[in-house]
C-alpha cells in the first residue's frame, strides 16, 4: 500500500515527533496520548499539565527536547515521503490488534510493503541463525500445510531459520512480514535483501524504528516483542539453549500467547532450546501444522455451523459477565481471550476471573488456545 502524504501533515509530524522525545517511551506515550487526547497536545500544554500524568516528574519535563524531536520528526517524513513508507500509530484501526493488547507496545509502527493486518490467524515463527537441514525442513512442512489457512505468517528476516521461513512463505503465496531492528533505510543482513524485496508483493517489512537507526544489538530485544506480541502463537522451529529465539518465546509467554516448539534429537545442539521448551512447559510439543491448527481451535471455528437458535443472556450474571457473554456470543466462533480484553477494555486479571466464574456457572466453556465459547 502506498502512503500519500499526509493527512493531516502535522497530525502526522507530531505523532512522530513523540518517538523522538527523551525519555519518553511506550508505555509513557500512550499515557500522554491517553490523558491529553492526541500527539500535538502533548507538545503545546503547558508543563505544568505535564505533571499531572502519572509516571512524569520535574526530571522528566526538564529533560523533554520538543523542539528537536520536531525537527527530526520533518526530516523523518521526508523519507517515509520519498520511500512510500506507511505509519501506523496505535489509536488507528489499522494498528495490529493482537499487538496493541500488549501493554508495551510500540506507539507507531513504519511499515513498507502490502501488509494485511486483518488476516484470521497471525503465527510468528522463529529460530536460530545456524539452521540446520533439519529445520528447513520443518520450515517446509509447516509452510506447506498452513497455506490452506488464512494465516500471516511473521519472523524475524534473520539468518538461519527467519529467512528460511519467508522463501518458504513466497514459495507457496503466503503472506509474511519480517520485523527488523533498524530503519527502513537499510537491511540488515544484506545477505536477505533479495529475499526482503520479494516479500513487499505479498507482506512486507515492519519496524518501530525510523530511519537511520543502525541493527545495534539491544535493538533486537526489543524487535522480538513485536514478532511475540502481534501474533496468535509463537512457533520456535529450530533453537539452541541461548539466544534470540528463546527470548522470544519467554516474550509470548509473558503475553499469555500460547508457544510451540518442534522438537530434536538429545544431543543436538540446535535442538536443545526447543526440547527445553518443552520440557519446562514453556511450549507446545508440535510435530505438525495439525498438532498446532488443533490446539488453538482453528479447524472448529473454521468447520463451525451458523447456529439458528435463539440465545436469551441469563439474568442471574453481574454487569461484566453480561457484557462478556454477548461478545462471545456475537463473535462467529471462539473469542481469544485478548480480543475480549479489546472488545470489553477490560484488564486481562480481572476479564480472567469473570471469565473463570462464568465457566464455573457452566455459561462458558474455554477451548484450546486460550479461546471461550457459549456453553
Same mark, same amino acid.
Given at each position: 500500500?502506498?502512503?500519500?502524504?499526509?493527512?493531516?501533515?502535522?497530525?502526522?509530524?507530531?505523532?512522530?515527533?513523540?518517538?523522538?522525545?527523551?525519555?519518553?517511551?511506550?508505555?509513557?506515550?500512550?499515557?500522554?496520548?491517553?490523558?491529553?487526547?492526541?500527539?500535538?497536545?502533548?507538545?503545546?500544554?503547558?508543563?505544568?499539565?505535564?505533571?499531572?500524568?502519572?509516571?512524569?516528574?520535574?526530571?522528566?519535563?526538564?529533560?523533554?527536547?520538543?523542539?528537536?524531536?520536531?525537527?527530526?520528526?520533518?526530516?523523518?517524513?521526508?523519507?517515509?515521503?520519498?520511500?512510500?513508507?506507511?505509519?501506523?500509530?496505535?489509536?488507528?484501526?489499522?494498528?495490529?490488534?493482537?499487538?496493541?493488547?500488549?501493554?508495551?507496545?510500540?506507539?507507531?509502527?513504519?511499515?513498507?510493503?502490502?501488509?494485511?493486518?486483518?488476516?484470521?490467524?497471525?503465527?510468528?515463527?522463529?529460530?536460530?541463525?545456524?539452521?540446520?537441514?533439519?529445520?528447513?525442513?520443518?520450515?517446509?512442512?509447516?509452510?506447506?500445510?498452513?497455506?490452506?489457512?488464512?494465516?500471516?505468517?511473521?519472523?524475524?528476516?534473520?539468518?538461519?531459520?527467519?529467512?528460511?521461513?519467508?522463501?518458504?512463505?513466497?514459495?507457496?503465496?503466503?503472506?509474511?512480514?519480517?520485523?527488523?531492528?533498524?530503519?527502513?533505510?537499510?537491511?540488515?543482513?544484506?545477505?536477505?535483501?533479495?529475499?526482503?524485496?520479494?516479500?513487499?508483493?505479498?507482506?512486507?517489512?515492519?519496524?518501530?524504528?525510523?530511519?537511520?537507526?543502525?541493527?545495534?544489538?539491544?535493538?533486537?530485544?526489543?524487535?522480538?516483542?513485536?514478532?511475540?506480541?502481534?501474533?496468535?502463537?509463537?512457533?520456535?522451529?529450530?533453537?539452541?539453549?541461548?539466544?534470540?529465539?528463546?527470548?522470544?518465546?519467554?516474550?509470548?509467554?509473558?503475553?499469555?500467547?500460547?508457544?510451540?516448539?518442534? +522438537?530434536?534429537?538429545?544431543?543436538? #545442539?540446535? /535442538?536443545?532450546?526447543? $526440547? &527445553?521448551?518443552?520440557? =519446562? !512447559?514453556?511450549?507446545?510439543?508440535?510435530?505438525?501444522?495439525?498438532?498446532?491448527?488443533?490446539?488453538?481451535?482453528?479447524?472448529?471455528?473454521?468447520?463451525?455451523?451458523?447456529?439458528?437458535?435463539?440465545?436469551?443472556? +441469563?439474568?442471574?450474571?453481574?454487569? #461484566?459477565? /453480561?457484557?462478556?457473554? $454477548? &461478545?462471545?456470543?456475537? =463473535? !462467529?466462533?471462539?473469542?481469544?481471550?485478548?480480543?475480549?480484553?479489546?472488545?470489553?477494555?477490560?484488564?486481562?486479571?480481572?476479564?480472567?476471573?469473570?471469565?473463570?466464574?462464568?465457566?464455573?456457572?457452566?455459561?462458558?466453556?474455554?477451548?484450546?488456545?486460550?479461546?471461550?465459547?457459549?456453553?
Amino acid at each position: 500500500m502506498i502512503f500519500r502524504l499526509f493527512k493531516p501533515n502535522m497530525s502526522l509530524l507530531y505523532r512522530v515527533a513523540l518517538t523522538y522525545v527523551k525519555n519518553i517511551g511506550p508505555t509513557l506515550a500512550k499515557s500522554l496520548i491517553a490523558y491529553f487526547g492526541d500527539a500535538e497536545s502533548v507538545f503545546k500544554v503547558p508543563a505544568r499539565r505535564l505533571l499531572k500524568v502519572p509516571g512524569i516528574g520535574e526530571r522528566t519535563i526538564s529533560q523533554l527536547d520538543f523542539d528537536m524531536a520536531l525537527k527530526k520528526a520533518e526530516g523523518e517524513l521526508n523519507f517515509i515521503e520519498r520511500n512510500e513508507i506507511e505509519v501506523i500509530f496505535y489509536t488507528d484501526s489499522k494498528y495490529p490488534k493482537r499487538l496493541k493488547a500488549c501493554n508495551d507496545s510500540p506507539v507507531l509502527l513504519y511499515a513498507k510493503g502490502n501488509i494485511d493486518f486483518s488476516a484470521q490467524y497471525v503465527v510468528s515463527v522463529v529460530g536460530t541463525r545456524n539452521a540446520t537441514e533439519y529445520g528447513k525442513h520443518l520450515c517446509r512442512l509447516l509452510i506447506e500445510e498452513l497455506q490452506q489457512h488464512n494465516v500471516l505468517v511473521v519472523s524475524g528476516l534473520a539468518l538461519g531459520i527467519d529467512v528460511a521461513i519467508h522463501k518458504e512463505c513466497l514459495k507457496h503465496n503466503v503472506p509474511t512480514i519480517g520485523v527488523v531492528g533498524h530503519g527502513l533505510d537499510r537491511l540488515y543482513p544484506s545477505q536477505n535483501r533479495a529475499t526482503a524485496e520479494k516479500m513487499l508483493e505479498n507482506g512486507g517489512l515492519l519496524t518501530e524504528y525510523p530511519s537511520g537507526t543502525i541493527p545495534d544489538r539491544e535493538n533486537f530485544p526489543q524487535r522480538n516483542r513485536i514478532v511475540a506480541g502481534i501474533a496468535d502463537a509463537t512457533i520456535v522451529v529450530e533453537a539452541g539453549i541461548k539466544g534470540g529465539a528463546l527470548i522470544t518465546a519467554e516474550i509470548a509467554n509473558s503475553y499469555n500467547r500460547d508457544v510451540f516448539a518442534f +522438537p530434536g534429537r538429545i544431543g543436538d #545442539d540446535y /535442538s536443545e532450546g526447543c $526440547n &527445553f521448551l518443552i520440557r =519446562n !512447559n514453556k511450549a507446545q510439543l508440535l510435530t505438525c501444522a495439525a498438532d498446532l491448527t488443533y490446539s488453538l481451535g482453528w479447524e472448529k471455528a473454521e468447520n463451525a455451523k451458523p447456529a439458528v437458535e435463539q440465545y436469551v443472556l +441469563p439474568l442471574d450474571l453481574l454487569p #461484566d459477565e /453480561s457484557m462478556i457473554l $454477548n &461478545f462471545i456470543k456475537q =463473535n !462467529n466462533g471462539p473469542l481469544a481471550i485478548d480480543d475480549l480484553s479489546l472488545k470489553t477494555n477490560m484488564p486481562t486479571s480481572k476479564l480472567a476471573m469473570n471469565l473463570l466464574n462464568m465457566e464455573m456457572q457452566g455459561y462458558i466453556r474455554s477451548l484450546p488456545g486460550k479461546t471461550y465459547c457459549i456453553s
